[in-house]
C-alpha cells in the first residue's frame, strides 16, 4: 500500500470515529457536506428540512428557496471542529441568495470550506519529509421557484474537491479526489388547510430533499461514495399573533449509502439497498420567538444501533436586529466525552430584503 492511501485510509479512520457528522456519514468520502451549517437549525436538534425559512435553504431543502420571494441574504458561519482534541480542524460555510424576478424564483451561491489540519509526510523508513495541510470544499449553485400552488421546487448542483495529500514521486494527485452531485428538495406550504376544523394556512410545511446525489470520490484508484442523504420534515406553527410564534418540527434523515468492507453499492443501487440496514436518524425542535426579534430553540437528536447510536440534546438562541440575525446553538451529549459535548457554535444572517419590506 503506498503512503498516499494509508494516510487516506488513516485520514478517514480518524475522522470517522471522532465527529458526529463523519460518524453519520457511514463510510462515505467528504463527510463534512452533512455538517449542520447554521446554528438556528443546530439548536433545534440538527433539523430544518421543513423548517428553513432563509437561504440556508441551500442546505436544508432547495424547494424552500421558492417561498423567499423578498430574498437578498448573506449567511455565514464558521466553527472550531473537536477542539477537545485540540485538533486543528475548522469549519466555514457561505452563502448568498437573491430574487430574481426575471426568472421567477431565487437563485443562490455556496462556499463550504474543511480545514483538516496539518501533517508530516514521512518515508518507508519514518523520516519526515516535511509537512503539508489538508482540506476539502465544495462550490455550490442552486436555484428555487414556485411549481403549483403552495409548492417549491429547487435544485442544487455541486463541485467537490478533497485534497488530502500531495501529489508524490509516481502517485500525482492521488491525494487529490474530485466529483459532483447534486441535490433536489421539494416543500409544501398551503396557504389555505382546514385539518378537522382548525386552520393550518400557513402554518404548516412538508419538505423533503435529496441531498450529494453523485459519482464517486476516487483517490489513488480506491473509491467511496459520496454521503448521498434523504431528508423529509414537517414543521407546524401551533401559536402565532403579534408578539408571539411558537413552532415544532421534526426531520427523519437516511443515508443512501451501503458498504460492506471496502466494497459499496453504487448509484442508484444504493437507494434500495442502503435500507437493509442503517436504521433511520430522528431529530425533533421547537423554536419560541418573541416580537419577531428574540428567539430560544431547543432540540433533541436520536438514531438506533445500527446507525451509530448517537443521542444528545441541543439548545439555541438567536437576536434579530435591523437586518442581521445573529444565532448560537449548544450541544448537550448523552455520551460522555463526546467530540461535540458541550461546544457553542455561532452563525449571521444579513437580509436586506427584510430592509427593504421595512
Known amino acids: 500500500m503506498t503512503l498516499v492511501r494509508q494516510f487516506i485510509l488513516g485520514l478517514t479512520v480518524f475522522l470517522a470515529t471522532s465527529s458526529l457528522a463523519f460518524s453519520q456519514a457511514g463510510g462515505a468520502a467528504v ?24 437561504v440556508n435553504a441551500v442546505f436544508w431543502n432547495t424547494g424552500a428557496l421558492a417561498f423567499n420571494d423578498a430574498s437578498n441574504q448573506v449567511a455565514l458561519s464558521f466553527a472550531k471542529w473537536l477542539p477537545q482534541f485540540n485538533a486543528d480542524l475548522y469549519y466555514s460555510y457561505g452563502t448568498y441568495g437573491q430574487y430574481v424576478e426575471e426568472l421567477g424564483g431565487t437563485i443562490a451561491g455556496s462556499f463550504i470550506f474543511m480545514n483538516l489540519g496539518e501533517f508530516t509526510k514521512t518515508n518507508e523508513n519514518g523520516q ?155 431529530g425533533f425542535g421547537m423554536e419560541y420567538v418573541y416580537d419577531k426579534s428574540v428567539a430560544l430553540r431547543g432540540g433533541y437528536f436520536t438514531e438506533p444501533a445500527a446507525a451509530g447510536a448517537r443521542e444528545y440534546f441541543t439548545l439555541g438562541a438567536g437576536v434579530e436586529y435591523d437586518i442581521f440575525r445573529a444565532d448560537f446553538s449548544y450541544y448537550i451529549t448523552v455520551e460522555q466525552n463526546h467530540p461535540l459535548g458541550n461546544t457553542l457554535r455561532f452563525s449571521l444572517i444579513v437580509d436586506w430584503g427584510r430592509e427593504a419590506n421595512m
Open 31 to 54: 463527510p463534512f457536506l452533512l455538517i449542520t451549517p447554521d446554528s438556528r437549525a443546530s439548536g433545534m436538534g440538527d433539523i430544518g428540512t421543513a423548517m428553513t425559512d432563509d
Open 128 to 282: 519526515a519529509l516535511g509537512k503539508f495541510r489538508s482540506n476539502e470544499f465544495c462550490l455550490g449553485i442552486a436555484y428555487g421557484t414556485e411549481v403549483g400552488n403552495d409548492v417549491g421546487l429547487g435544485v442544487q448542483v455541486k463541485y467537490i474537491q478533497s485534497n488530502l495529500a500531495p501529489a508524490s514521486a509516481g502517485t500525482p494527485g492521488a491525494g487529490v479526489g474530485i466529483s459532483s452531485a447534486f441535490d433536489l428538495g421539494v416543500m409544501w406550504r398551503p396557504s389555505e388547510l382546514n385539518i378537522f376544523g382548525e386552520e393550518f394556512g400557513k402554518r404548516l410545511s412538508l419538505g423533503a430533499n435529496l441531498q450529494n446525489f453523485g459519482p464517486k470520490m476516487t483517490y489513488d484508484r480506491e473509491s467511496d461514495p459520496l454521503p448521498t442523504n434523504l431528508r423529509v420534515g414537517l414543521a407546524v406553527t401551533v401559536l402565532e399573533d403579534e408578539f408571539n410564534k411558537l413552532t415544532f418540527s421534526s426531520d427523519i434523515m437516511k443515508l443512501l449509502v451501503r458498504r460492506d468492507g471496502r466494497n459499496s453499492d453504487p448509484l442508484p443501487i444504493s437507494l434500495v439497498t442502503s435500507w437493509e440496514r442503517g436504521g433511520l436518524e430522528t
